[in-house]
């Protein structure tokens, strides 16, 4: 390869309200003035749309320059991919990728491939789209061990975005993955902490409420009986000051068992 000044006539970003349909430009070698590599696979490409789509690609160095002046670049990517997953990266700078991601629907590991690229390299749209996917794949898998791997495979990304959604998907499943010894050897431990801190949590708030509802109901029955309905109207609103209340409430302290009447 060699470098020289050659130029192209290459189309410019489409405008809002044209007719300019950049999807037909896809890895067209007419009036391409980059071309990007990924190991043996390789696709024509325009600076003026990628460079705009991401500005990685424009902080990328080139390899070389073809005699026809076309940019050479190799792709960096930290995470293992595959060409498809990059081809549709590339394409969704182009126009919508919806029915190339209905074709990794059934193949989970290429969604996680995919949102890793789309983070990487700020593609924000596609990740947005990839992760409404990949939850939607996620939450139908009813398969407790297909489950499992699939959160393994979203921890081995090393994409923090990607492990938070992991845990979270792993801690809502928490008890079938403990239930299940093939996939109770997968699980974080870190995950089971959270899960049983989570319980816990829940446990202590639920109670608590449940108990002052029951007093609450107990002393609006003993009003409403004594013909009282102001003290009944009321006593749902005292009662919650009370409650929260450190001080001693009437002779006996703490939380009334009953309503008290005042002349």
């Not at 696709?43 to 990628?50: A, D, E, G, M, S």
């Not at 424009?58 to 960096?76: A, F, M, N, P």
């Not at 995470?79 to 029915?99: F, K, N, P």
Request: charged residues 35%; aromatic residues 6%; negative net charge.
């Amino acid at each position: 390869m060699k470098f020289n000044n050659a130029k192209f006539d290459v189309p410019k970003s489409p405008v809002k309200g044209t007719a300019v349909d950049t999807s037909k430009l896809f890895n067209q070698q007419k009036n391409s003035d980059l071309v990007v590599h990924l190991d043996y696979d390789h696709w024509y490409r325009h600076k003026c749309i990628v460079h705009e789509a991401s500005g990685k690609f424009r902080d990328l160095k080139s390899i070389g320059v073809d005699d026809e002046g076309r940019t050479h670049i190799s792709l960096d990517i930290v995470c293992e991919c595959e060409g498809h997953q990059v081809e549709i990266m590339l394409m969704s700078m182009y126009g919508g990728v919806e029915s190339e991601l209905s074709d990794l629907h059934a193949q989970t590991r290429g969604l996680v491939g995919l949102a890793h690229l789309a983070k990487e390299y700020n593609r924000i749209d596609l990740k947005s789209i990839v992760d409404k996917v990949l939850r939607q794949v996620i939450d139908e898998e009813k398969d407790i061990e297909k489950f499992s791997r699939i959160i393994l495979d979203l921890y081995c990304t090393g994409n923090s975005e990607l492990e938070r959604f992991a845990e979270e998907l792993e801690i809502e499943r928490t008890p079938e993955l403990l239930e299940n010894h093939k996939t109770r050897e997968n699980i974080h431990v870190d995950t089971v902490k959270k899960w049983m801190d989570t319980m816990s949590f829940r446990k202590k708030v639920v109670e608590p409420e449940e108990a002052l509802a029951g007093d609450t109901q107990f002393g609006m029955e003993e009003a409403a009986a004594a013909g009282d309905t102001t003290i009944a109207k009321t006593e749902k609103i005292s009662l919650k000051h009370e409650s929260d209340s450190s001080k001693a409430i009437g002779e006996g302290g703490g939380r009334p068992s009953k309503i008290r009447r005042t002349s």
